[in-house]
């Protein structure tokens, strides 16, 4: 029986590796519920030394966002505001991590929509999955859902080709928020997976 060479093999193969990885790519509905969910639960953060996105992770009003908007030394103070619904509502700083590069804000007591998340258990990873994050609306154009595949960076970090600004949420096709982005750069952005701060925001009693 006659075998293939190795290169025909592998060129008769590639479609199927191609197929099997689009078949895992978020679909249109899927960007539609993670745009949905994006738009109730992201907030608009102003700290005393930069403003950015947030999202909400508590029902009771706890914002993870970067770390970037309030520095690590305003801790324990309400040291920024949350805009969300139209309203501009003060936020205390729970936590802030300069080594991870987030921080944890909590709103006035009351009912918030907060994002669904999805915590990788220990030793799952995000590299090579397909996430979503949403690019902030521009020169007329509405906000909108884009897929990427994340990848390994420096531990606990990963790297996202999407041009997201710090603080943003990362969800995955299930509207689940599974990461938030510490940093923008050139090659697009660079995010934190919950999985990295499940004790923090344990503290600060996320359900």
Request: charged share 20%; glycine share 8%; with cysteine.
């Amino acid at each position: 029986m006659s075998r293939l060479p190795p290169l025909l093999l592998l060129l008769c193969l590639l479609p199927f590796a191609s197929a099997a990885a689009e078949a895992d790519k978020p679909s249109r509905a899927d960007l539609q519920r993670v745009l949905e969910r994006h738009g109730r639960s992201v907030v608009h953060v102003k700290g005393p030394r930069d403003a950015g996105p947030g999202v909400f992770v508590g029902s009771a009003g706890q914002v993870l966002t970067s770390v970037t908007p309030v520095g690590a030394r305003f801790t324990g103070l309400n040291a920024a505001t949350v805009e969300h619904d139209g309203k501009t509502l003060p936020a205390r700083v729970v936590m802030a991590n300069q080594d991870l590069q987030i921080a944890v804000l909590a709103a006035p007591d009351g009912a918030y929509p907060a994002a669904p998340v999805k915590v990788l258990r220990d030793g799952d990873s995000l590299d090579g999955r397909w996430l979503v994050g949403v690019l902030p609306a521009k020169k007329g154009q509405p906000a909108r859902p884009v897929p990427a595949r994340a990848r390994a960076a420096q531990a606990p970090f990963y790297d996202v080709p999407l041009a997201l600004p710090a603080g943003s949420p990362v969800f995955d096709a299930e509207a689940r928020l599974v990461a938030v982005v510490v940093k923008k750069h050139r090659r697009g952005c660079r995010v934190l997976p919950l999985s990295a701060v499940k004790v923090e925001l344990a503290s600060v009693d996320m359900p």
